[in-house]
């Protein structure tokens, strides 16, 4: 059998974010933020749970480090609490707040692994939504100066910066479905968002820049859901490839072209662009993450379908491995190849069982399985994939499904926040050490 091995320096890691892991939220002068709020209103949460408490990472991140240590993992993506640094989110700096990061970053180095650190996953500091949070365009600048505060504090040990996580989840979760903080229900407050989200994306590239060094890098994250063609027919083919992608026209096509094209500017109606927006928000970046879990399928005759899928996982996402190749290839002809990729996220809620005190979880192997056969086959194919963090390192607060979703290789026992390491973290270990598909 021929293995599937890596390029050499590949580098495997696991993913996470603050609200989601780290509890503390009144510890150590942390402000709060619009998630501490939006989980006090009724039914925003499916188990009516928050992340005041999460999985303690705040005081735990030692023993998290060795897991991922023990687990032979060479990075690792986790992102900054805003409120924790500038507890008004503007103003004045919070010491505490830096120091927890600064420890952090100085374990994970001397554990040797390699910090990529996400600016804003999502929990934006309360006292900025009462200004408009990212509706107001003043957000790009309120981001751009959070951003040099932190850069400046850890930038001489952390070279990998993301600016935003999945801004789509944040202007249109947040702003139109109300299914996240902020919890409003507008699409043109999703649309502006949308557009703020993407300048303070530029604005903050070149903070980053201003604030690091040479060595410093910075990217963006963003989540798609590519459309595959639901046979391989010409038809369903051209379908898939005309039907509209919000995700990736909203986004990913601003920052690599510098436009919005004409369904973008559709929905952009009432939205102020001034002239210069466009330069900044396709200023140059040094990579992109891509956030994958599931692809829709798209038929000629019947539009989305979804009748025909093979496996879901416990959110309910149909499980496409292909869908993976599909966007990392989409991705790599639209910057030809001169921009290189990073999947930042990959993974699957199942529910886990805990048996003689191990985690069996074979179907979440069988999923990392095959989405990094895919990810092989794309660097086969040409595609410049540098890196693969697989979410999530552990169960954590998963947004309004509170603690009912388990997308972690090792799992958190909530009661006595002990970890117990899965059977798909001994898998990534194995991975990682081989370099290859296993
Ligand atoms: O938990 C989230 C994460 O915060 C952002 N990307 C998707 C994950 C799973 O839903």
């Known amino acids: 059998m021929t293995q599937l091995t890596f390029p050499e320096n590949f580098l495997w890691g696991t993913a996470t974010s603050s ?31 928050d992340g005041s408490v999460a999985c303690d990472h705040y005081h735990r991140y030692r023993e998290d480090v060795a897991l991922m240590k023990a687990l032979g993992l060479k990075a690792y993506r986790f992102s900054i609490a805003w409120p924790r640094v500038l507890p008004a989110g503007r103003g004045a700096v919070n010491p505490k707040g830096i120091g927890f990061y600064d420890r952090l970053v100085d374990e994970l180095l001397a554990a040797g692994i390699r910090p990529f650190v996400t600016l804003y996953h999502w929990d934006l500091p309360s006292a900025l939504n009462a200004q408009g949070g990212w509706t107001n365009r003043d957000s790009a600048g309120w981001f751009a100066d959070y951003a040099t505060v932190v850069v400046k504090a850890l930038g001489d040990r952390v070279k990998d910066w993301i600016t935003l996580n999945e801004p789509w989840c944040s202007a249109y979760l947040g702003y139109e479905f109300g299914m996240h903080a902020p919890g409003y229900q507008d699409q043109a407050l999703a649309s502006k968002a949308a557009h703020h989200l993407l300048l303070a994306h530029g604005t903050a590239l ?58 973008i500017l559709a929905r952009m109606a009432g939205v102020e662009i001034r002239p210069g927006d466009m330069a900044i928000i396709a200023g140059r970046n040094d990579f992109m993450g891509v956030n994958y ?41 639209a910057t030809r190849g001169r921009l290189p990729l990073y999947v930042t996220e990959n993974g699957a809620s199942f529910a886990d069982q805990v048996v003689d005190g191990r985690v069996h979880d074979e ?76």
């Open 206 to 263: 070149q903070a980053i820049r201003a604030a690091g060094d040479a060595n410093t890098r910075v990217g963006i994250t963003l989540n798609f859901e590519p459309n595959l063609p639901a046979s391989e027919s010409e038809e369903d083919r051209r379908a898939a490839a005309e039907a509209f992608d919000l995700l990736y026209e909203g986004f990913a096509e601003p920052i690599l072209t510098g436009a919005y094209n004409e369904r």
């Open 363 to 438: 179907r979440r192997v069988a999923y990392l399985r095959a989405h990094f056969t895919q990810a092989h086959r794309a660097i086969q194919d040409g595609v410049d994939l540098r890196g693969y963090f697989v979410w999530s390192l552990i169960d954590n607060f998963e947004w309004s499904f509170g603690y009912q979703q388990f997308f972690g290789i090792v799992r958190v026992e909530y009661a006595t926040q002990a970890r117990i390491i899965k059977d798909s973290g001994y898998y990534l270990r194995d991975v990682a050490t081989a370099n290859a598909v296993l």
């Open 19 to 49: 609200y989601q892991i780290e509890g503390a939220a009144r510890e150590d002068g942390r402000g709060p933020s619009i998630w501490d709020d939006f989980c006090r209103l009724k039914d925003a949460i499916q188990d009516g749970s």
């Open 293 to 333: 879990y599931s692809a829709k399928l798209i038929s000629a005759q019947r539009g989305a379908v979804y009748d025909d899928d093979p496996e879901f996982t416990r959110m309910g996402w149909a499980v496409r491995p292909a869908g993976l190749y599909a966007i990392l290839m989409q991705l790599h002809r």
